[in-house]
């Protein structure tokens, strides 16, 4: 697969596509992108003739995607009205794979050489934009129509801007909309201060930039924001369920250790 033209954090939607790509081989799939699939046989001419091991990131990510899809069809099948922010898309294919009615208006949103990718390996569709830009630069908030529900979406996101960045961000998004649902990933506080010595994201040149021991407590940054609850990451049913046995026995182990069990959450908050 070829990098160029991608730096830093946008170089890791290569690996989670990838894992989308491969879970959608197995038999019995977590995710069941075929999106992801066909994108990567354009991206890498070689790709059926690789082979993958099921690594944890690429687990992981496809366990992650699954809980995001799961609460944004439950929030789309009671407000069929709604308008989507899915922030910092990279090449997911979530959209597709939720195939919202019409009513829905989608917005995948990234930096502009990322949408130019999902210009050429996915396909058009009705009542969806790509917006080109820096999820920090909120000006493209005003391209988004106003006085329906909105679900937020940002999946692999938030670890990587700074405090200051995601609290403008919650807080313009809340008082933008009349109702509405957020929901992100984020990391522990200890996982953030020791990402720069993460061979992972060393690999790909990047770093987090904030995490929270607490994201309950996010909260408080806005009187119309309430903390809903969490999807399980790191002991996730469905990992459990269906990881190999070999990653199963690591996650358990891993999960003994203090903190590490939700090192990773996966939350949601409405407004």
Known sequence: ???TGLV???KTLSPVLRAKALDNRLPDPILGDKYAEQAMRRLDPDYDNRRFGTSQMGLAAVVRAKAHDDWARSFLADHPDAVVLHL????DAR??????PAT????DLDYP???ELRQQFLPPREHYTLIGS???DLTWLDRIPRGRPALMIAEGL???????DVRRLLTSVVDAFPTGQIQFDTVAVWAWRTSKWNPTLRKYGTQFHCGFNDPAALAEWHPRLEYRDEAPMNDSPVLMAKAPANVRRMYRLMNLLPGMKRSTRIVRFRF
């Open 1 to 3: 697969m070829n990098d």
């Open 8 to 10: 830093g954090v946008q």
């Open 88 to 91: 910092g898309c990279g090449l």
């Open 95 to 100: 959209g597709y794979r939720i195939d919202p």
């Open 104 to 107: 829905v208006d989608w917005h």
């Open 113 to 115: 050489n990322i949408i």
């Open 134 to 136: 820096s999820v920090t």
């Open 158 to 164: 938030v670890p990587y801007l700074t405090e200051t």
